[in-house]
């Protein structure tokens, strides 16, 4: 897979493919940026993406630095993942009603501090580049990336089913918070506290990517993932029921208080437990109490975009209230 990329023949014949395609994206649907009280997320499932010629088209719209990544990881289906990763993150940023320059291609990015991704905007005359935020996370059955305006975002996927090679009690004991562990512990049955424990995973990471520090500025142990009971019904599925409000308490960072975040706990295409964080914006009035509207797409990107939230693959689990 890939390999025709290394011959001259295949090359020419994806720059003819490439420069028909290019022709005309800037006539595919743009979508505008989400509002401040909007969250968007784009996911892929890798194994419906299989087409070479398409593959190949996602290759010509990285840059030198991430074809040379690509390239250099030996196993098929992780050097597939890491494209489609790439090639997803620079379509949903295009997609967006920003400035009629920026394509897949042109995109650059750059790294803060801790190494978390950020657009580096080519600023232009009388242009200023908006205010957006996004993050990616991967397993090898999804891909998804979460936008936002103004307002630092994580998120994490993990399989619903993934096998867990640790003990998980003795790893949350090391890992986790002292709540969080005793709230595993009170779960006697294996299957039930191995569900548990992803969502607290991906709530965690998502936690940590959306403060944007790495999980060395912010260890797990360092902060407390609690879910607080509310008064209201969530719709969930085909059937309404009680849910809870997600909350961390952190114990080193008085400045980031459990009032600053907003985090959404859902089942996304019924495979995966997924979470997104997101700081809220302090300028906005009433937002402390109110939730940002999820938007999700299941996508192909160049090919086929669906908007799936109120369907059966995106299930809130927590956190809309």
């Known amino acids: 897979m890939l390999r025709s990329l290394r011959k001259s023949s295949s090359r020419m014949k994806s720059q003819c493919f490439d420069k028909k395609f290019f022709n005309s994206f800037p006539n595919s649907p743009r979508i505008q940026l989400p509002s401040p009280m909007e969250t968007h997320l784009w996911y892929v499932i890798p194994n419906e993406v299989k087409n070479e010629t398409l593959l190949n088209q996602y290759m010509e719209i990285l840059s030198p630095s991430e074809k040379e990544m690509v390239f250099q990881i030996p196993e098929a289906e992780l050097r597939k993942r890491a494209l489609l990763a790439r090639a997803l993150v620079r379509t949903t940023i295009a997609r967006y009603q920003i400035n009629s320059q920026v394509s897949p ?36 059955s999804l891909i998804a990336c979460g936008v936002t305006i103004n307002s630092p975002i994580g998120i994490d996927v993990e399989q619903k089913h993934r096998t867990i090679k640790h ?35 991906t709530l965690k990471e998502a936690y940590v990517k959306a403060l944007g520090r790495g999980f060395s500025g912010a260890p797990f142990n360092t902060f407390t993932v609690r879910f607080r009971a509310t008064t209201n019904g969530s719709f969930s599925g085909n059937s309404v029921s009680e849910v809870s409000e997600i909350v961390v308490d952190s114990f080193d960072d008085t400045m980031d208080l459990t009032s600053n975040w907003q985090f959404i706990l859902l089942e996304l295409a019924g495979t995966h437990h997924a979470a997104i964080c997101t700081k809220k914006d302090c300028t906005i009035e009433g937002q402390h109490s109110t939730p940002k509207k999820l938007m999700v797409w299941k996508t192909i990107p160049f090919v086929e975009d669906k908007y799936v939230s109120g369907t059966e693959a995106v299930m809130i689990i927590s956190g809309l209230t």
């Open 167 to 201: 003990n998980i009690l003795s790893f949350a004991r090391r890992y986790f918070s002292k709540h969080e562990h005793q709230v595993l512990s009170a779960i006697s049955d294996p299957q039930l506290q191995q569900q548990e424990f992803i969502k607290l995973w």
């Open 105 to 140: 291609r042109s995109l650059k990015f750059m790294k803060n501090v801790h190494g978390k991704p950020e657009v580096d905007w080519q600023l232009g005359e009388n242009w200023h580049p908006p205010p957006l935020h996004f993050n990616i996370s991967h397993t090898s």
